[in-house]
């Protein structure tokens, strides 16, 4: 008897997790189905499951498919479960080639065919609360939100378009998504937009897809104009739609913490926020060859300027550039200085000078420091007066940190706008007038 194992979440369950069931079940005579509990779901870092462990366990029971069902809920369990169900063949969707070939010291692994399209009339109860999601362009934070959104349950990815169909194919056929060299074709079938597209065609996408009725996640930065951000704001609101600026440092569960420590009082009050971002770039990349909207600014800029409007909010009295520039005249590094009424900031950017890449918040009783990568914020550390008092906290980013933002912009066009105050739309339209100032500075203020 050819004994199979598979697991997974299957929540929401649709009809890419039954024809998964029905091959693993064809691949021998008697299937284990592994279905993961809340706690360890939380703890590999799958967001926004919806259905119970019980929901989840009667359906997958539904499908006949299943001699046995077991629960997983833990890491390295699977070895254990391979050893003592004596397992000829381990199996799981093809999202996860590669995350499994370990277990072949143990057993014979195969990885499945996903399956791309997951609408079905057999299901249709079921898949109107999974929203499909088409993603425009197919850069590189493009490739990293795939994975990243295949953790969130209740959206999957449906499609990719980039009007350059070389690379639309090569995407699709990499992530095993649907390619459209159309929009028209493209919104037809999709629910959500992510647009990741260069910066300066965030505009046009944005607009058309939420003519179209598709809410909008927008790469940052949204917009590089203050009019832009606010009619495209007012626009989402007419059509009913979720418009979202995807800073993902805002959405992560580690800066969450470090904003609720700083605004609780146990620094005193906020006089002064310094931001530092670098990253050193080839020569050849986009960042430093695109004369009108690439630079240091543009490519750093929002994540840096989350603390300091966060923090001081939108009404600074006066913002002040100093920048070294290379030789084909962008921004290499850039020093952006902001007054408030109560405090001053910098914000520091890089792709031509490496800095430190600190955050750090000054109060009357102490100081919040965050060392780089503090815009994936794992671990922060509160000073005082006395330098042997020291508070720290730590918390968890998994994998690129996209999910986070992608969960809230799924439960916000949920209905669940809770998370709608960790990025509000002044403060992206702030950010957007910021760039745009910048730009005028630069006198690259054609778009
Ligand atoms: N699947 C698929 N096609 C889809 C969606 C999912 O073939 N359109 C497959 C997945 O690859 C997986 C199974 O269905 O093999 C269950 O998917 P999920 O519930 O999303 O579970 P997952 O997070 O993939 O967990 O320990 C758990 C396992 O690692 C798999």
């Given at each position: 008897?050819?004994?199979v194992i598979?697991?997974g979440?299957?929540?929401l369950?649709?009809?890419?997790?039954?024809?998964?069931?029905r091959?693993?079940k064809?691949?021998?005579?008697?299937l284990i189905v592994g279905?993961t509990?809340?706690?360890?779901?939380?703890e590999r870092g799958?967001?926004?499951v919806?259905?119970?462990?019980l929901?989840?366990i009667?359906?997958?029971?539904?499908?006949?498919?299943?001699?046995?069902?077991?629960?997983?809920?833990?890491?390295?369990?699977k070895?254990?479960?391979?050893?003592?169900?004596?397992?000829?063949?381990?199996?799981?969707?093809s999202?996860?080639?590669?995350?499994f070939?370990y277990?072949?010291?143990?057993?014979?692994?195969?990885?499945l065919?996903r399956?791309?399209?997951?609408s079905?009339t057999?299901?249709?109860?079921q898949?109107?609360?999974i929203l499909?999601?088409?993603?425009?362009?197919t850069?590189r934070i493009?490739?990293?939100f795939i994975?990243?959104?295949?953790?969130?349950?209740g959206?999957?990815?449906q499609?990719?378009?980039?009007?350059?169909k070389n690379?639309?194919?090569a995407?699709?056929?990499r992530?095993?998504?649907?390619?459209?060299?159309?929009l028209?074709?493209?919104?037809?079938?999709?629910?959500v937009?992510?647009v990741?597209?260069p910066h300066?065609?965030?505009y046009?996408?944005?607009k058309s897809a939420?003519?179209?009725?598709?809410?909008?996640?927008?790469e940052?930065?949204?917009?590089?104009k203050?009019?832009?951000a606010?009619e495209?704001?007012?626009y989402a609101?007419?059509r009913?739609?979720?418009l979202?600026?995807?800073?993902?440092?805002?959405?992560?569960p580690?800066?969450?913490k470090?904003?609720?420590?700083a605004c609780?009082?146990m620094i005193?009050n906020?006089r002064?926020?310094?931001?530092c971002?670098?990253?050193?770039?080839?020569e050849?990349?986009?960042?430093?060859?695109?004369?009108?909207y690439?630079g240091?600014?543009?490519?750093?800029g929002?994540?840096?300027l989350l603390?300091?409007?966060k923090?001081?909010g939108c009404q600074?009295?006066?913002?002040?550039f100093?920048?070294i520039?290379?030789?084909?005249?962008l921004?290499?590094?850039t020093?952006?200085?902001l007054?408030?009424?109560?405090?001053i900031?910098t914000v520091?950017?890089g792709?031509g000078v490496?800095?430190e890449?600190?955050l750090?918040?000054?109060?009357t009783?102490?100081?919040?420091?965050?060392?780089a990568p503090?815009?994936?914020?794992?671990?922060?550390?509160?000073?005082y007066?006395?330098?042997?008092h020291v508070d720290?906290?730590?918390?968890?980013?998994?994998?690129?940190?996209?999910r986070y933002?992608?969960?809230d912009f799924?439960?916000m066009?949920?209905?669940?706008d809770k998370?709608g105050?960790?990025?509000t739309?002044?403060?992206?339209?702030?950010?957007?007038?910021?760039?745009?100032?910048?730009?005028?500075?630069?006198n690259?203020?054609k778009?």
């Amino acid at each position: 008897m050819v004994k199979v194992i598979t697991y997974g979440t299957f929540d929401l369950f649709h009809e890419g997790h039954y024809r998964l069931l029905r091959r693993a079940k064809d691949l021998g005579d008697y299937l284990i189905v592994g279905v993961t509990t809340e706690k360890y779901d939380m703890e590999r870092g799958k967001l926004n499951v919806v259905d119970s462990l019980l929901t989840r366990i009667e359906n997958v029971k539904k499908t006949g498919l299943a001699d046995e069902i077991i629960i997983e809920e833990a890491p390295g369990q699977k070895v254990n479960d391979v050893k003592k169900y004596h397992i000829d063949i381990f199996t799981v969707g093809s999202d996860w080639v590669g995350a499994f070939d370990y277990m072949s010291d143990y057993c014979k692994v195969v990885y499945l065919d996903r399956t791309k399209n997951i609408s079905s009339t057999m299901l249709r109860e079921q898949n109107r609360r999974i929203l499909k999601a088409g993603i425009i362009g197919t850069g590189r934070i493009a490739n990293r939100f795939i994975p990243e959104v295949k953790r969130v349950s209740g959206v999957s990815p449906q499609g990719v378009y980039n009007p350059r169909k070389n690379s639309a194919e090569a995407f699709a056929e990499r992530w095993e998504i649907n390619v459209y060299d159309n929009l028209e074709a493209f919104y037809k079938d999709v629910d959500v937009v992510y647009v990741a597209s260069p910066h300066q065609t965030h505009y046009e996408y944005i607009k058309s897809a939420l003519e179209h009725g598709k809410h909008v996640l927008s790469e940052k930065p949204m917009v590089l104009k203050r009019k832009q951000a606010e009619e495209l704001f007012a626009y989402a609101k007419e059509r009913k739609c979720i418009l979202f600026e995807g800073i993902k440092t805002a959405y992560c569960p580690g800066f969450e913490k470090l904003l609720g420590i700083a605004c609780s009082g146990m620094i005193g009050n906020i006089r002064y926020v310094d931001a530092c971002f670098t990253k050193l770039e080839n020569e050849d990349k986009r960042e430093l060859n695109d004369l009108e909207y690439g630079g240091s600014l543009t490519e750093l800029g929002s994540y840096c300027l989350l603390p300091v409007i966060k923090l001081f909010g939108c009404q600074y009295e006066d913002v002040r550039f100093d920048v070294i520039h290379g030789e084909n005249g962008l921004d290499l590094f850039t020093k952006v200085s902001l007054t408030y009424p109560k405090g001053i900031a910098t914000v520091t950017c890089g792709l031509g000078v490496k800095s430190e890449g600190r955050l750090l918040i000054a109060g009357t009783k102490g100081y919040i420091v965050a060392e780089a990568p503090w815009w994936k914020t794992t671990y922060f550390e509160v000073h005082y007066e006395d330098p042997s008092h020291v508070d720290k906290y730590s918390e968890r980013f998994l994998g690129d940190g996209l999910r986070y933002e992608i969960k809230d912009f799924i439960s916000m066009i949920n209905g669940n706008d809770k998370s709608g105050f960790k990025l509000t739309r002044s403060e992206s339209i702030a950010m957007a007038e910021v760039m745009e100032k910048f730009l005028v500075v630069e006198n690259r203020n054609k778009y």
